[in-house]
Nanobody, 119 residues
Framework: VQLQASGGGLVQPGGSLRLSCRAD????????MAWSRQAPGKGREFIGH???????SVVDSLKGRFTISTDNGKGTAYLQMNMLRVEDTAVYLC??????????????WGQGTLVTVSS
């Protein structure tokens, strides 16, 4: 299953962006959708996830600014980012798990979308 991430770009500090991650292919259902990011020269940082059973959650350090949502299991996850800071500059990656149409499981990562926060 391929993931198509979009919505990245250049934004000024204090601005907002909404990232999307769509699962393409033979997707029967998704049950886990997550976002991570990797800043230049740093390791991967987990942002949060949404599951079919527990809903959405974001790490404490990003709560109040970042929100994760989905299109109710249709295969698209969103990351709404508000009050962006220079330190939010990173490649943002999505991870989706679920079932394909033949009921086999999948665990896919997107290629990432670059967010640059700069004045």
């Amino acid at each position: 299953v391929q993931l198509q991430a979009s919505g990245g770009g250049l934004v000024q500090p204090g601005g907002s962006l909404r990232l999307s991650c769509r699962a393409d292919g033979n997707v029967f259902a998704t049950n886990y959708m997550a976002w991570s990011r990797q800043a230049p020269g740093k390791g991967r940082e987990f942002i949060g996830h949404v599951t079919s059973s527990s809903g959405a959650s974001v790490v404490d350090s990003l709560k109040g600014r970042f929100t994760i949502s989905t299109d109710n299991g249709k295969g698209t996850a969103y990351l709404q980012m508000n009050m962006l800071r220079v330190e939010d500059t990173a490649v943002y990656l999505c991870n989706v798990r679920g079932l394909q149409n033949d009921y086999s499981g999948f665990d896919s990562w997107g290629q990432g979308t670059l967010v640059t926060v700069s004045s």
